[in-house]
């Protein structure tokens, strides 16, 4: 039984009713196609009774509705094999039912609705006169087998239609499901590395206040700079804190209390990349402050991976990375020549990482192809301490 819904329900009765006056036209008034010896009264009785009982359950009910092509051969039985032969009145509801089976009915019964029409179709060829031309065979023939393979194709379309959605849905369910778990993975690593930041700044203001506190008396004016050190880096510390606080940290990975790398170490990462076999150029412009460590880090872990980018996804053989200090922003550029490497694989999280890692500073992140290279830019607002 199909789901149906008030509109199909509509249709059906709409479309039954419909067929139900063209055939009660046919027969009585009468048209040129109505063929045979027999009573009006029995095509009629046959009429309301196929289209009525039968045809509105062609979807609803499908078993109801095939059994409809058992009323002519009973009523050609019951009136001493007597009986009109109609065009609206019955080949068309025929066509009409044989199409809706082949198109809505469950597996086994579509197939079985075809052999059921053909062996209709024959025993009327066989046993009414009228029928017996070619012409006449050809074109009953014709029209049952282009009803059935109408309804066929449409069922087969609406399958592959609805699997090519499914498979989307899923590669689409799929695709969401990494991305979230990819972001996770990074704010871990973030809240990792500043985590070590705070850490390290916490460790630098104990050593500043312990040595402090032993000179306080005998040399105040060494105890006033460890004094404006701990405020400085203390200051630092809590706009990091404030960033880690919510970013959940995986209790398995050790404690490095060591320093992050900066924008500093860029030689060092720009050399290893030359040494992998990718030629980098450096520039930087403008005067570059002292940055807040966790921005600092960002900077360098923007570099680092779209140079790892560049080796991975693109046959380049040299990259430009352009270091742009601004009043009030700083702006970073990497971009290479191209072209892009083969596809070897599925995508990684590069770009995710990147775009998470700025938009904790509030900056941004823009990667597209540009020429026959492709060009990674970040916009970071600089926090001077």
Request: charge should be negative; aromatic fraction near 4%; glycine fraction near 10%.
């Amino acid at each position: 039984m199909v789901d149906m819904t008030r509109g199909r329900w509509a249709f059906d009765i709409g479309l039954a009713l419909l067929l139900v006056v063209l055939g009660l036209v046919e027969v009585w008034l009468p048209l040129a196609s109505v063929m045979g010896e027999g009573s009006p009264i029995i095509s009629t009785i046959g009429v309301l009774w196929f289209h009525l009982l039968h045809l509105t359950q062609r979807r609803a009910h499908p078993w109801v509705a095939l059994a409809g092509l058992l009323v002519w051969p009973v009523l050609s039985v019951l009136n001493g094999g007597q009986v009109q032969v109609l065009f609206f009145g019955q080949l068309v509801p025929i066509m009409v039912l044989v199409f809706s089976l082949a198109r809505h009915a469950p597996s086994p019964l579509r197939w079985i609705a075809g052999g059921c029409g053909i062996v209709l179709i024959t025993a009327a060829d066989l046993s009414i006169p009228v029928l017996r031309e070619s012409t006449e065979i050809l074109f009953h023939w014709g029209a049952l087998t282009l009803s059935y393979v109408a309804g066929h194709m449409l069922r087969v379309s609406a399958e592959r239609t609805a699997e090519h959605a499914v498979r989307a849905h899923t590669a689409e369910a799929s695709a969401r499901e990494s991305a979230l778990i990819a972001i996770a993975s990074e704010r871990a690593r973030i809240a990792r590395e500043l985590h070590d930041i705070v850490a390290h700044s916490v460790g630098v203001m104990v050593v500043q206040a312990g040595a402090a506190e032993q000179v306080v008396e005998d040399d105040p004016e060494f105890a006033r700079r460890a004094l404006a050190t701990i405020c400085s880096t203390g200051s630092s510390a809590l706009g990091e804190m404030r960033r880690l606080v919510g970013v959940l940290r995986d209790p398995d990975v050790g404690h490095d209390l060591a320093p992050q790398p900066g924008v500093a170490a860029l030689g060092d990462l720009v050399e290893r990349a030359r040494e992998s076999g990718l030629e980098v150029d450096l520039e930087v412009t403008g005067q570059r402050p002292h940055l807040p460590a966790g921005l600092d880090l960002t900077a360098y872990r923007i570099v680092q991976e779209a140079l790892t980018n560049v080796r991975r996804h693109s046959q380049a053989t040299r990259a430009l990375v352009v270091m742009d200090y601004g009043p009030e922003t700083l702006e970073i550029c990497v971009s290479d020549h191209g072209p892009a490497a083969p596809s070897g694989g599925a995508p990684g999280h590069g770009l995710l990482g990147m775009r998470e890692r700025a938009s904790l500073f509030g900056g941004q992140v823009e990667a597209g192809a540009q020429g026959h290279g492709f060009q990674v830019r970040a916009v970071l607002p600089l926090e001077r301490v």
